[in-house]
């Protein structure tokens, strides 16, 4: 029986993947994490499972951050890296930190579970050939607001400062959240840094 944890900050996702894991006949979900710490806590406490399956942007610990820490106590524990949306330059990361692979989240089912089998059963590294999707170019406006969010200021400042209303500030957040897979503001400014997008 093959031991899984998850690890997925979003219920829907987190639950669902564990339900449908546990349909697998030769695979048992031993622990749901809902972030990294508690994913590690756990570890620490039971031991390594086969495998560890990790969304990679996460709060507080992200996904190499948790890997990272998990290698600390069990250098040769299996996890497996699931990106939102994957880029080349992540894979790469995934690789040298002893990742035992790096997928998108949009893989199919069926891949998915083969990979995980494949991981748990010291398998080479697995990737995907996906495409890069760009990301961005975010737009002028949105550039702007995003620089300004770097700077400490708040939708109502920058509404002021670029003659709009903060809820047209809110709305351009939204887009650039959805074009950089992130959920908040501090995420977008470092994910924008990390991709140049932002340069300091």
Same mark, same amino acid.
């Given at each position: ?7 997925? *900050? ?9 339900? =449908? ?33 990790? *969304? ?5 610990? *992200? ?21 939102? =949306? ?65 700077q400490g200021k708040t939708h109502e400042e920058i509404g002021m400062i670029g003659d709009i209303s903060a809820e047209t500030v809110r709305t351009h957040m939204k887009s650039i959240f959805r074009k950089l897979d992130c959920t908040n503001a501090p ?14």
């Amino acid at each position: 029986m093959t031991k899984i944890v998850i690890i997925d *900050d979003h219920p829907v996702v987190r639950d669902g993947m564990s339900a =449908m894991l546990e349909n697998e006949s030769d695979f048992s979900v031993v622990c749901a994490a809902k972030c990294g710490e508690d994913a590690v806590d756990y570890v620490r406490r039971h031991g390594a499972p086969d495998i560890v399956v990790s *969304d990679i942007r996460m709060p507080g610990l *992200d996904g190499f951050e948790t890997l990272a820490r998990l290698k600390r106590f069990f250098p040769d524990i299996r996890v497996l890296l699931l990106a939102g =949306m994957p880029l080349r330059i992540e894979e790469e990361k995934a690789r040298a930190a002893g990742a035992r692979g790096y997928l998108p989240k949009s893989l199919d089912w069926e891949r998915l579970v083969a990979a995980i089998r494949l991981a748990a059963q010291d398998g080479g590294f697995i990737a995907d050939d996906f495409d890069e999707p760009k990301v961005g170019p975010l737009s002028r406006r949105e550039i702007e607001v995003l620089t300004y969010i770097a700077q400490g200021k708040t939708h109502e400042e920058i509404g002021m400062i670029g003659d709009i209303s903060a809820e047209t500030v809110r709305t351009h957040m939204k887009s650039i959240f959805r074009k950089l897979d992130c959920t908040n503001a501090p995420a977008a400014v470092s994910r924008a840094y990390e991709l140049g997008i932002l340069r300091a």
